[in-house]
């Protein structure tokens, strides 16, 4: 459960950034869109790779 404490005197609007900034830490929407539908574990490793070997190239172009 996420708890927000609202300091007297707070716009609503702010406590409302807050709580969808905790929300979206959780990874909830996240994780509901991955369970969504099924993804092979072979589909799932390449991607994994893909993901790896840009951030790699990222990274040493930065160098």
Do not use: C, W
Not at 10 to 16: P, S
Request: charged content about 40%; overall charge positive.
């Amino acid at each position: 459960m996420i708890i927000i404490p609202i300091k007297e005197g707070e716009h609503i609007d702010r406590a409302l950034k807050k709580f969808k900034r905790k929300f979206e830490k959780t990874g909830v929407i996240k994780e509901l869109r991955n369970r969504k539908q099924f993804s092979k574990p072979s589909v799932v490793n390449r991607e994994q790779k893909l993901k790896a070997i840009y951030v790699q190239k990222l990274r040493q172009q930065e160098l």
